[in-house]
């Protein structure tokens, strides 16, 4: 499997079985793993695309992922963890590890990210798993011939995957006065490990996500080779901190998914009841709700679109990129459907037709705002390199050609590069520092009827860099006005987004999306805050002659 048409047409072969929506909901229901699905993934080579070479293409993992969790997001959740804890690895392992680990994940082993403890949470550095050098911990013949190794003892708790997968990712406390370089990383082979040294957690029971594997595991002075280290010695924290700026990318497809899956179920409900003898999609205000939840839909499907080719083109920017995707994407997609829920009314909270789906969906997708780093925790991480950003802003500079190489979808990535990955953005944030010359441009190429929400825009933008110019950080935690600096941080990115995506692909411009500027101006509209019934009428007229695998921009560009 290589393309999503592959993908899609796989899963559409399988809409009756292990796909079936109403198979995948009586396995919620009785918290079951959907082991049927997984193992059709498994089986059609998706595990191949959570292998990120150089050469590789992240993006097309996230439109891979984006396919899978528009059927079910607990099957997407349960499948691409593999990504999650495969990729320290492919951020900070040695060939020789990345290759054998590619190989196992090549075949269909799941591999856990073992972060987070019962007590500390996302307080890492409050982590008491530990890690214990050993000279007398024997090797075998794939282990560091110089022999010697390091003993695990500890917990990790709320681990998706922990007792299913045969590897795990574990961050361990290697001096016992922790501190930034006092944590490591280690890729433990559950299979090489004595007997009674390693124990699953039970599976803890979940609002959302019931069929899924979150549980935990405990060691007790458990056994690993020296080449079990991924990075070296107390470098935990840091390749942790630059694996989450991939992580937090892959995860909006997650919420792109739930997105597709939404407008569907909405779309299905106003085609097919009628209220007082008309059809409920022809009345003004559905017809609103479905034009802005379309309108957002397409919002942060240009985020993510923009954010997973920077991780190739703006490599050393994705320490901002990340954590305002990883806020900004599940959150307007859960306020998207916590809207659309009220259209759909009382059968939004059904579990079986006609609701048909949408109180699972909600309940999955909730959990997406919070796995590697909640809302809270990615705008404080935004707001901790505010100064800078607010220079960078100020000079109105930026990587031209990497964004331009970013919003091209047609131009061809650049090879990944580890080593561009840094903790903060010494070049700030391209998107958001270059949208007064991009809104300059949309004057020129631009539909004028975008006009008006551009100038809106610009308006934010100068109100961001006056707040933005006085905001330093403060030790011991952020005031939470402070907050809705990062939101607005956020808009502005999202905005720079869609326009570039509409400067850089002449064929987002064509067609009933296209045809003057209806989806540029759509979303415009929607992030200053507008209430344009026309345009919001006309985005939805498209949303109900239009199958949601096809609601794209993606669809359009390529």
Same mark, same amino acid.
């Given at each position: ?58 993006? !097309? ?32 392992? #040695?060939? *020789? ?75 361990? !406390? ?38 899924? *594997? ?49 407008? !569907? ?32 839909? %397409? ?72 796995? =590697? ?13 505010? +100064? ?6 100020? !000079?109105?500079?930026? =990587? ?47 539909? +004028? ?31 939470? #006005?402070?907050?809705? %600096? ?38 415009? #509209? ?14 939805? *007229?498209?949303? %109900? ?14």
């Amino acid at each position: 499997m290589t393309t999503t048409a592959d993908l899609e047409t796989l899963l559409a072969t399988h809409e009756d079985d292990v796909f079936a929506p109403d198979e995948l909901a009586e396995l919620d229901d009785r918290e079951e793993f959907p082991d049927g699905a997984v193992r059709l993934l498994d089986e059609a080579g998706l595990p191949a695309h959570y292998v990120l070479t150089p050469d590789g293409d992240f993006s !097309r993992t996230v439109r891979l992922l984006r396919a899978v969790a528009r059927r079910d997001l607990t099957v997407a959740i349960a499948h691409g963890k593999t990504f999650l804890g495969a990729a320290p690895v492919w951020v900070a392992g #040695t060939p *020789d590890q990345a290759a054998r680990l590619a190989e196992r994940v090549r075949a269909g082993e799941a591999v856990c990210w073992g972060l987070t403890e019962r007590d500390h949470g996302a307080d890492l550095l409050a982590s008491e798993f530990a890690a214990v050098a050993d000279t007398d911990v024997s090797v075998d013949a794939d282990a560091d011939a110089a022999g010697g190794g390091w003993r695990l003892t500890g917990e990790k708790w709320l681990i998706n995957n922990a007792s299913r997968s045969t590897l795990a990712c574990a961050l361990a !406390r290697t001096d016992p006065a922790g501190g930034s370089r006092g944590f490591s990383l280690f890729l433990v082979d559950k299979e090489k490990l004595p007997d009674g040294s390693w124990r699953n957690l039970p599976k803890i029971r979940t609002h959302g996500i019931r069929g899924a *594997d979150i549980s935990g595991f405990a060691l007790d002075g458990a056994p690993v080779p020296a080449d079990a280290l991924i990075g070296e010695q107390g470098d935990g924290i840091a390749v942790v901190l630059k694996t989450l700026q991939l992580t937090r990318i892959a995860c909006t497809a997650l919420s792109l998914g739930a997105a597709d899956h939404a407008l !569907r179920l909405a779309r299905d409900f106003a085609t097919g009841r009628e209220l007082y003898g008309r059809r409920l999609a022809d009345v003004p205000h559905v017809r609103r709700i479905l034009g802005r939840a379309a309108a957002a839909a %397409l919002t942060v499907e240009a985020v993510s679109l923009l954010s997973a080719r920077s991780v190739h083109t703006l490599p050393g920017e994705l320490s901002a990129i990340s954590a305002l995707s990883k806020a900004y994407v599940p959150t307007l997609t859960q306020e998207t459907l916590t809207y659309l829920g009220e259209l759909l009314g009382v059968r939004g909270f059904l579990t079986s037709p006609p609701g048909g789906g949408f109180a699972k969906l909600e309940r999955d997708h909730r959990i997406c705002a919070i796995f =590697d780093g909640s809302t809270v925790v990615n705008r404080a991480a935004l707001l901790n390199q505010m +100064p800078r950003l607010a220079r960078q802003l100020s !000079r109105r500079r930026g =990587d031209v050609e990497g964004l331009r190489a970013a919003a091209d979808l047609t131009t061809p990535l650049a090879p990944f590069d580890r080593h561009r990955l840094t903790l903060r953005s010494a070049t700030g944030c391209s998107a958001v520092q270059m949208l007064p010359g991009t809104a300059a441009r949309m004057e020129e190429e631009g539909p +004028p009827e975008a006009g008006r929400p551009i100038a809106r825009m610009l308006d934010e933008l100068a109100l961001l860099e006056k707040e933005s110019a006085d905001f330093v950080p403060m030790t011991g935690g952020l005031p939470s #006005t402070a907050f809705g %600096l990062a939101e607005r941080y956020e808009r502005a990115y999202a905005a720079a987004a869609c326009l570039q995506l509409w400067l850089e692909n002449p064929p987002l411009r064509t067609g009933r999306l296209g045809t003057d500027g209806l989806w540029l101006r759509a979303c415009l #509209t929607s992030l200053v805050g507008e209430d344009d019934s026309d345009v919001f009428g006309a985005l939805a *007229d498209v949303v %109900l002659d239009t199958p949601a695998r096809e609601f794209t921009l993606w669809g359009g560009a390529v």
